[in-house]
C-alpha cells in the first residue's frame, strides 16, 4: 500500500458545535450544524454532511501568508497550526509554490463553511490579541453575506473579502479532529481533514441555496434518531463522527478533548469494504481484519460468504435492509473517543 493518495483529492470539513442551555429533554448542552446537500448535487446528493469542500488553488497562495505579515503575524504563529497528522498522508506539499497543507487546508474550510451556511470564521485587527482562544470566532454583517454569492461563484474572491474587510482566516479556532478517506473503489475520491470549531453560542446560518439545500442544528443523538426514524442512509464518515460525539454531553470537555488531542498523530480512516451475505462491512483501522483487505489500487470490492470472526473488532455493519450498526469490540486507542456501538 502506498500511503500517498494521488487519485484523491485533498478537501477540508468542519464539524461545528454550538454551546446551548440544558433543557428537560436535552442530553448534552450543544448542538452541532450539519447541511443537507442539493439532491442534483453530483457529490453525495441529498446527503447530510458537515460543510466543507475541496481545497482550491487559491487557498494555497503565498499570498495568504503576506495578508498575516500584514497583522504582524510572526511565522512561529503559523508553524503551531503544523498538524501531528503523519505529512506522507495529508499534509505533505510537493509544490514549493504552495504555502503549508496545514495553513491552506484551514483556509479551505473557512472559505467552505462561509460558501455553505454564511458563517464566516474569521478575525479583524481589533482582536488579534485573541488568537489563542479555544472558542471560535465569526464576523457578519449584511454586507459581509454579499461576498458569499461572488465567493461560490469564484473561489479568488475570498482573499478579496480579507483584504476589503481586514480581516483574516481564524486558523487558530479550528482543532485537528481526524481523517477521512474514501474507499478506493468508490469513484468520486477523497481525502478529507476534519476538523472541529467549538462557538460559544450558535451563530446565524443559512444555505446558499446552490448546493446546499438546508442547514440544521441538531444535538449528536437528535441527529441519529432522524436518521433512524427516516430510514435515512448516513455516510459512514458522518454517521461515525455524530456517534463518538453521542457520548460527550459537555462541550467543555469537547475543548479538553481537543486541547489534548492536538498532541497525538491523527490515523487516516479510510474503509475497507467488504460484502457478504449478511450485509456490507466497512472495515477501519484498528479492526484485526483491516490491513488483510486494505489496497489502495484495488477499485473491486472483495466478496466473502461469511466475515470471520475477530477479537478486535472497529467496523461499521450494513444490513442488506439498510440498517447500519457501528461494531466497537476491544478497540481503545490513546487520545481517542471510541463512540458506543449504535445503530442507524
Same mark, same amino acid.
Given at each position: 500500500?502506498?500511503?500517498?493518495?494521488?487519485?484523491?483529492?485533498?478537501?477540508?470539513?468542519?464539524?461545528?458545535?454550538?454551546?446551548?442551555?440544558?433543557?428537560?429533554?436535552?442530553?448534552?448542552?450543544?448542538?452541532?450544524?450539519?447541511?443537507?446537500?442539493?439532491?442534483?448535487?453530483?457529490?453525495?446528493?441529498?446527503?447530510?454532511?458537515?460543510?466543507?469542500?475541496?481545497?482550491?488553488?487559491?487557498?494555497?497562495?503565498?499570498?495568504?501568508?503576506?495578508?498575516?505579515?500584514?497583522?504582524?503575524?510572526?511565522?512561529?504563529?503559523?508553524?503551531?497550526?503544523?498538524?501531528?497528522?503523519?505529512?506522507?498522508?495529508?499534509?505533505?506539499?510537493?509544490?514549493?509554490?504552495?504555502?503549508?497543507?496545514?495553513?491552506?487546508?484551514?483556509?479551505?474550510?473557512?472559505?467552505?463553511?462561509?460558501?455553505?451556511?454564511?458563517?464566516?470564521?474569521?478575525?479583524?485587527?481589533?482582536?488579534?490579541?485573541?488568537?489563542?482562544?479555544?472558542?471560535?470566532? @465569526?464576523?457578519?454583517?449584511?454586507?459581509?453575506?454579499?461576498?458569499?454569492?461572488?465567493?461560490?461563484?469564484?473561489?479568488?474572491?475570498?482573499?478579496?473579502?480579507?483584504?476589503?474587510?481586514?480581516?483574516?482566516?481564524?486558523?487558530?479556532?479550528?482543532?485537528?479532529?481526524?481523517?477521512?478517506?474514501?474507499?478506493?473503489?468508490?469513484?468520486?475520491?477523497?481525502?478529507?481533514?476534519?476538523?472541529?470549531?467549538?462557538?460559544?453560542?450558535?451563530?446565524?446560518?443559512?444555505?446558499?441555496?446552490?448546493?446546499?439545500?438546508?442547514?440544521?442544528?441538531?444535538?449528536?443523538?437528535?441527529?441519529?434518531?432522524?436518521?433512524?426514524?427516516?430510514?435515512?442512509?448516513?455516510?459512514?464518515?458522518?454517521?461515525?463522527?455524530?456517534?463518538?460525539?453521542?457520548?460527550?454531553?459537555?462541550?467543555?470537555?469537547?475543548?479538553?478533548?481537543?486541547?489534548?488531542?492536538?498532541?497525538?498523530?491523527?490515523?487516516? @480512516?479510510?474503509?475497507?469494504?467488504?460484502?457478504?451475505?449478511?450485509?456490507?462491512?466497512?472495515?477501519?483501522?484498528?479492526?484485526?481484519? @483491516?490491513?488483510?483487505?486494505?489496497?489502495?489500487?484495488?477499485?473491486?470490492?472483495?466478496?466473502?460468504?461469511?466475515?470471520?470472526?475477530?477479537?478486535?473488532?472497529?467496523?461499521?455493519?450494513?444490513?442488506?435492509?439498510?440498517?447500519?450498526?457501528?461494531?466497537?469490540?476491544?478497540?481503545?486507542?490513546?487520545? @481517542?473517543?471510541?463512540?458506543?456501538?449504535?445503530?442507524?
Amino acid at each position: 500500500m502506498t500511503s500517498n493518495l494521488t487519485n484523491w483529492r485533498q478537501s477540508a470539513t468542519v464539524i461545528i458545535a454550538a454551546k446551548t442551555f440544558l433543557t428537560s429533554t436535552s442530553k448534552c448542552n450543544y448542538k452541532i450544524l450539519m447541511v443537507k446537500r442539493n439532491r442534483k448535487s453530483s457529490v453525495l446528493p441529498s446527503a447530510t454532511v458537515f460543510p466543507g469542500g475541496a481545497i482550491d488553488k487559491s487557498d494555497t497562495s503565498h499570498d495568504w501568508l503576506k495578508l498575516y505579515e500584514k497583522f504582524g503575524f510572526k511565522s512561529e504563529w503559523l508553524d503551531s497550526l503544523n498538524s501531528k497528522i503523519d505529512t506522507s498522508l495529508l499534509f505533505k506539499t510537493d509544490d514549493e509554490n504552495e504555502i503549508p497543507k496545514s495553513i491552506s487546508l484551514r483556509i479551505a474550510a473557512i472559505r467552505e463553511t462561509f460558501e455553505e451556511t454564511g458563517i464566516l470564521m474569521c478575525k479583524n485587527v481589533k482582536n488579534i490579541s485573541d488568537e489563542t482562544s479555544s472558542w471560535a470566532d @465569526y464576523i457578519t454583517s449584511e454586507e459581509v453575506q454579499k461576498w458569499q454569492t461572488k465567493i461560490n461563484k469564484n473561489p479568488n474572491e475570498f482573499m478579496k473579502l480579507c483584504l476589503h474587510f481586514e480581516v483574516f482566516p481564524d486558523l487558530w479556532s479550528l482543532y485537528d479532529w481526524n481523517n477521512w478517506a474514501t474507499p478506493s473503489p468508490v469513484r468520486a475520491k477523497f481525502n478529507t481533514i476534519f476538523f472541529m470549531a467549538i462557538f460559544q453560542s450558535k451563530p446565524p446560518a443559512f444555505a446558499d441555496n446552490g448546493e446546499i439545500s438546508e442547514v440544521q442544528w441538531n444535538s449528536p443523538s437528535q441527529y441519529l434518531d432522524i436518521w433512524e426514524a427516516e430510514k435515512y442512509l448516513a455516510t459512514i464518515p458522518q454517521f461515525y463522527e455524530i456517534s463518538r460525539l453521542n457520548i460527550i454531553t459537555n462541550i467543555n470537555d469537547i475543548q479538553k478533548f481537543c486541547r489534548e488531542r492536538s498532541h497525538s498523530v491523527l490515523e487516516r @480512516y479510510m474503509p475497507c469494504i467488504v460484502t457478504t451475505t449478511s450485509g456490507t462491512f466497512f472495515l477501519l483501522p484498528g479492526d484485526a481484519l @483491516y490491513s488483510k483487505y486494505l489496497d489502495v489500487s484495488k477499485d473491486n470490492v472483495d466478496y466473502l460468504e461469511e466475515m470471520p470472526n475477530s477479537d478486535v473488532q472497529h467496523r461499521v455493519h450494513m444490513l442488506p435492509t439498510g440498517e447500519r450498526r457501528l461494531i466497537i469490540k476491544n478497540f481503545s486507542p490513546v487520545y @481517542y473517543v471510541s463512540p458506543i456501538s449504535s445503530k442507524l
